[in-house]
């Protein structure tokens, strides 16, 4: 059954750049994005059976709830420095690759938009009130914890 698990992996990076291109366009993620990835995320669960590659479900259930509920901590004493739209995904992507790949995937993410951020301000693109989609640089991160997430974590965690 490994042949469906890479079809759902391609399919799940295809969602994030679509999430990712509405997100840099409208400053909004649809929750048919989310809702089709934590679908494929429960198919790829039944298909792998929580072994192998795939995350098991006790891994895959800390996933949808810690890193979204922590995002979601930081939107309610920050108004407007994340979406729903952005939490929704980090929830459905953790779900998909367990809680190791999305606390990789959100520390990811987050370097790489602090990253983006320090040269747009740099180069005076960007004011300090100005926002970002920050569903992009998290697609990003979901699809590099996708690809090389246990390397990602070894490294973030400095292993």
């Known amino acids: 059954m490994r042949g469906l698990g890479v079809v759902l992996e391609y399919i799940c990076y295809m ?4 999430a990712a291109g509405r997100d840099i366009r409208e400053r909004r993620i649809p929750d048919a994005y989310s809702g089709a990835l934590a679908a494929a995320a429960l198919l790829d669960g039944a298909v792998q059976g929580g072994t192998g590659d795939g995350a098991c479900w006790a891994a895959r259930l800390a996933g949808l709830f810690f890193p979204a509920a922590v995002l979601a901590v930081w939107a309610s004493v920050r108004p407007g420095s994340f979406g729903g739209g952005d939490v929704k995904l980090l929830a459905a992507g953790g779900l998909y690759l367990g809680v190791g790949r999305a606390c990789a995937a959100f520390g990811l993410a987050s370097l790489l938009c602090g ?3 320090g040269i747009m301000l740099a180069w005076g693109r960007l004011k300090k ?16 914890a996708q690809a090389a997430g246990d390397s990602i974590l070894r490294w973030y965690l400095g292993g």
Not at 15 to 18: H, I, M, T, Y
Not at 129 to 144: E, K, Q, S, W, Y
């Open 115 to 117: 990253a983006y951020l």
């Open 129 to 144: 009130r100005d926002t970002v989609p920050f569903g992009a640089f998290l697609c990003a991160g979901l699809a590099a």
């Open 15 to 18: 969602l994030l750049a679509a």
